[in-house]
């Protein structure tokens, strides 16, 4: 087995006396085993931070999430904090989600912090993510840090830092604390021998305060009393969601909140689902059939660190149906941006913030009620810094993205599905009062802006073969674009790492005014948008597209729904993806 200098002398390192037996062993049988591939895969490179922070499989090496590249992530951005603020105290919020390892991991990042002399106020039991951003602001950190991987598998866990806006980290703070990291060369440099007496337990006052403000968004309280035993089914996926969810819903006022026990209890090994993932039917299956029992009106789940939701509903045929995170997330903002004009508080500085990759038509919706709708790149931080750049300007009423991550109001600085569930369950109450279903104000929204409709579909590739696949396939896109999709032509391309738009028609470029960031789009003549985007985390490559046609009344929407699909179905096999 031969191995590079690079991989062979990490390798080395990780078998020296630095380490636990343990990790030791699990090296010596991959090595013993001429497992080359896993043993490359381990070591070729270290854990960066994407969009989603610092992500992997769980491991020993230093391309594997493990209490060494913990610590060594965070010794690393204590480096960076003292730098930071040299001259002020400095104080951090750490927690974590049900994952195994996941009270390991946070317990070694607080000694860390603490061994280093920064005060930790520590979640000692698991809690969703966004409360974890709510705690930042509230306590006044500089920084904090969540383990989860979010709604990975069970073999992954990750590290989420934030910065004292709440939000996850952003150039330059990202940056310049890899920076940091990179100069720690041996697990011997980071200090690890906690101080007890800087942690500060965090206790369930937080937990009011959080959801109090939660309930402080709600606008249709009245219809929530009428509608309060509104036939509501939840499932927290065996993470973080069933110990906020249910009581936020409760405090709301509704009474008839229905758990999924096979999947309440947290559980790291997720024994009920193939991938913990709320945008997965699979996932959702448990609670499709309570639903079903109940004859509910409703079913959320939420992802191991409750900051995404999914939502069923009955459909115009009174079939079971999930919505996509494109359409709920355009049922929030028409719901808020209706309550927001009602109530006479649209006054021309409110603003919404999505993704460049989220459905079209919440542009086309912010124009009508005259409110800004900003596009951003992928990841909440994105959104977070947009909301910092223009406080004091424009208020922020609510935003999202496609991958089932919403934000309602801005005292979370990131995707929180507690508030979420709380302003769905509300949004179904509110249609319920006036007879309707979201699905009659979904048919709505089509009618009034067009029907919209979106599908998405991720490749993942293995380990560094795969990452260079995923880099040749974008490379190929740019050197060899398509001049038509589907058989209609392309008539612009725009490039976010190139920073430009392309006009296919004129051959004129214009600039991008965002990060710069591997995405490629292309819009056709008949409205369809492509788009090209590699995970920032992973070996993994999602496609979005998104097609358009006028709906002119409710009876024809299964119509056109099937045109949207076959449209789809037609591009997807036109770029040879399936």
Known sequence: MALSSDIQSKVNQWLSDEFDATTRASI???????????????????????????????????????????????????????????????????????RNNSPLFAKTTADVFTANGIKVYFFSELRPTPELSFAIRHFGCQSGVVITASHNPKEYNGYKAYWNDGAQMLAPHDKNTIDEVDKILSITQVKREGNPALLVPVLEDVDKIYLDRIVGSSISKEAIERQKDLKIVYSSLHGTGITLVPKVLSQLGFTNVNVVTAQATPDGNFPTVVY????????????????????????????????????????PDGKWQLLNGNQISTLLIYYMLNAWRNAGKITGHEMIIKTIVTTDIQDKMAEAYGVKCFNTLTGFKHIAKIIREQEGKLKFIVGGEESYGYMVGDFVRDKDAVAACAMIAEMVAFAKDKGLTLFDLLIEIFKQFGFYKEDLISITKKGKTGAEEIQAMMAGYRSNPPTSIAGSEVLKIYDYKESTVLDLKTGEKSPILLDKSNVLQFLTADGSKISARPSGTEPKIKFYFSVNESLSQASDYSKIEKKLDEKIEAIVKDLGLR
């Open 28 to 98: 010596q049988k991959l090595i013993d085993d001429q497992n080359e591939t896993e043993l490359v895969d381990s070591f070729y490179k270290n854990l960066e931070f994407g969009t989603g922070g610092l992500r992997g499989i769980m491991g020993a090496g230093t391309n594997r999430i493990n209490v060494y590249t913990i610590s060594m992530a965070t010794q690393g951005l204590c480096n960076y904090l003292k730098k930071t603020y040299p001259d002020s105290p400095i104080s951090v919020a750490v927690a974590h989600d049900s």
């Open 276 to 315: 913990p993932n709320p945008e997965e039917t699979e996932a959702m299956t448990l609670g499709l059939k309570l639903a079903e029992d109940l004859d509910a009106d409703l079913v959320m789940a939420t992802d191991p660190d409750a900051d995404r939701v999914g939502l069923g509903l009955k459909n």
